[in-house]
């Protein structure tokens, strides 16, 4: 017999038992359903957390100020770091692209009849925005001549232009901070939120020694943080290695005691994230493959009772030429076209739910969407797997029939 008359041969003797091969193939498919639909939910989880360590930058490595100690007692964050450390970590480390300082402010925004509160007001130097990865929509940024005159200029964010502005063209138009005026420059592009909701375009940005000097009012040099941006991701632990050499040095802190800042590497943290969510979609994969391994285990039973039921058709077979291995694989086939059926089916299945669950998220979400993910290897995953399913399971019935004898075969009644 040859594989495709095998196959016909197959498909005809599941038609006549439509019922039991439906119900056989449920089996699979709520297995493969399952774990399709586990996966893909876990990828898009996944994604999620990659999009976000994304739009928070290229590469970012973070620098915050430590905290002091006193006799074994922290007393909190203390002011160490300063606008020179980040010009020295942009031009004295090689693994590193650019740096930012950042300070931070706060309070209302005043235009003609309008007033705001933004989220997030920062005083920044013209890295950051390729720090960040952040593009500008309209207009342009401020300069390095901005940052030394401190100048009174801005640049605004989405969220503030509608409120503000409207449909309005703010360029060159004057807000006021603290009731001190300051010029609209430039626009950025649209982010939208991020995971847990927060508006990434509700902010202003200001040259930080505007920020210090006219809305802070400290004559020091001080910042509030530092935003490093790795020249590549294999090169994130280089820099950041550079980056805590170099202000050990700058800060003058004695081998062995603590350091009086804190440097975080947004890839480790992003790293330890995809682990999490990929343990958890591992076991909730590990979870739902169960129920496939009771759909094989049905495949066997049924497999079992047709090889009984058709004894006595098996015993023909053989007395008109059939070999044990056509037998064997003539069953075989047709628990591998059981099980491969039921995993097509439970695959559309499995995407289905896995679409209409991340819908289900996002419409009771405010933050940023999980991303809506099919996987094509799945699909190549899970039909080589029910069909391995089908002949680990089929693979006994299959050999015990190739095994009946066929005189016995032909008595049976």
Not at 330 to 344: K, T
Not at 351 to 360: F, H, R
């Amino acid at each position: 017999m040859n594989t495709l008359l095998t196959i016909r041969v197959a498909l005809r003797a599941l038609r006549k038992n439509k019922l039991r091969a439906s119900l056989t193939v449920l089996g699979v498919v709520i297995g493969i359903a399952a774990v399709t639909a586990m996966v893909s939910i876990g990828q898009s989880a996944s994604g999620l957390v990659q999009g976000q360590f994304e739009m928070l930058g290229t590469n970012v490595i973070l620098i915050f100020p430590g905290a002091q100690q006193r006799g074994g007692v922290r007393q909190g964050r203390i002011t160490t770091l300063t606008a020179d450390d980040a010009v020295a970590i942009g031009a004295e480390c090689p693994a590193v692209l650019a740096a930012s300082p950042l300070v931070g402010s706060g309070g209302q925004v005043i235009y003609g009849n309008s007033n705001w509160s933004p989220k997030e007001m920062h005083g920044v130097d013209p890295n950051y925005l390729l720090v960040r990865n952040w593009q500008l929509r309209h207009g342009g940024f401020f300069t390095d001549r901005d940052i030394t005159s401190s100048a009174k200029v801005c640049v605004i964010g989405h969220t503030v232009l509608t409120k503000l502005f409207q449909t309005q063209n703010p360029l060159g138009e004057t807000i006021r901070v603290r009731n001190i005026p300051f010029r609209v420059v430039g626009v950025l592009e649209q982010k939208g939120a991020n995971m847990v909701g927060e508006d990434q375009d509700d902010i202003i940005l200001m040259p930080y020694t505007t920020v210090r000097k006219r809305l802070s009012g400290s004559e020091f040099n001080d910042v509030h943080a530092i935003f490093a941006s790795a020249r590549s991701v294999k090169q994130m632990a280089e820099a950041e290695h550079q980056i805590n050499q170099l202000l050990f040095e700058r800060h003058r802190i004695p081998p062995g005691e603590a350091p009086d800042f804190m440097v975080q590497n947004t890839t480790e943290i992003a790293n330890i994230l995809g682990v999490i969510t990929g343990t958890m979609t591992l076991m909730l994969a590990s979870i739902a493959g169960i129920s496939l391994l009771v759909g094989g285990v049905g495949i066997m039973n049924i497999m079992l009772v047709s090889v009984t039921e058709r004894t006595r058709e098996i015993g023909i077979r053989m007395a008109v030429g059939a070999r044990g291995r056509d037998i064997l694989r003539q069953f075989l086939v047709e628990a591998v076209l059981l099980s491969c059926i039921g995993g097509v089916i439970g695959f559309v299945l499995g995407i289905g739910a896995s679409t209409g669950a991340t819908m289900l998220i996002n419409s009771f979400t405010t933050g940023t969407k999980w991303p809506i993910v099919i996987s094509f290897p799945a699909a190549g995953a899970a039909i080589l797997f029910s069909a391995a399913v089908g002949i680990f399971f089929g693979y006994y019935p299959a050999r015990r029939a190739s095994r009946l004898d066929p005189i016995e075969a032909l008595r049976y009644e």
